[in-house]
Nanobody, 126 residues
Framework: QVQLVESGGGSVQAGGSLRLSCEAS????????MAWFRQAPGKDRQFVGV????????YLTDSVKGRFTISRDNAKDTVYLQMNNLKPEDTAVYYC???????????????????WGQGTQVTVSS
């Protein structure tokens, strides 16, 4: 069974950077699409981006393009979310998730993801 553990969250000032890690079990990140979502208090879980299983291409939602990047280290079975130029509106709990369907498309709904980590809090102050 796939397990995901996020780390790297914290509190930063606007303009700062953080790198989140999502460590998976069972040779997951090279075989399945991995996604990052975030959820702010009182809001729905929001898609942030994915790194696809077939080739490792990435896709990010418009609000974070140019500031966030997703990468993976297959040997460590870990996916990263590098977040630069953070803004207060980036404050949320960040989750990684895996899509076990091996779909070739970009799936942005949380309903398409099978396994989730516990989340890590990111707080950006102005």
């Amino acid at each position: 069974q796939v397990q995901l553990v996020e780390s790297g969250g914290g509190s930063v000032q606007a303009g700062g950077s953080l790198r989140l890690s999502c460590e998976a079990s069972g040779r997951t990140v090279s075989r399945y699409t991995m996604a990052w979502f975030r959820q702010a208090p009182g809001k729905d879980r929001q898609f942030v981006g994915v790194i696809r299983w077939n080739g490792g291409s990435t896709y990010l939602t418009d609000s974070v393009k140019g500031r966030f990047t997703i990468s993976r280290d297959n040997a460590k079975d870990t996916v990263y979310l590098q977040m630069n130029n953070l803004k207060p509106e980036d404050t949320a709990v960040y989750y990684c998730a895996t899509d076990l369907s091996r779909s070739l498309g970009i799936r942005t709904s949380p309903d398409n993801y099978d396994t989730w980590g516990q989340g890590t809090q990111v707080t950006v102050s102005s």
